[in-house]
């Protein structure tokens, strides 16, 4: 949850109300709640995680590229307590 409107931070606080509108439309949020969260709830059981809008790329793509890492993390944890106790 966000304490300020999705779409102005998006566009921009330049933008003007016609392009906050359009980018209103094409994310749906001029849709009812309902119909959002069900876009949402169908899009996630297909593995859909959307698009993050700071990096400009698809979130399943993001946590691809970064969970060897974090596993190797996990790993390391694993180890250190079953070493240490």
Do not use: H
Request: contains cysteine; hydrophobic residues 45%; charged residues 20%.
């Amino acid at each position: 949850l966000l304490p300020a409107d999705p779409v102005r931070q998006i566009a921009g606080r330049s933008a003007t109300p016609q392009t906050v509108e359009n980018i209103r439309q094409q994310l749906g949020l001029d849709q009812p709640f309902i119909v959002q969260y069900w876009r949402y709830l169908t899009k996630l059981v297909s593995g859909d995680l959307g698009r993050s809008y700071i990096q400009r790329s698809e979130v399943t793509e993001l946590i691809v590229s970064r969970l060897p890492a974090s596993l190797l993390l996990m790993v390391g944890a694993i180890l250190c307590e079953l070493l240490l106790g």
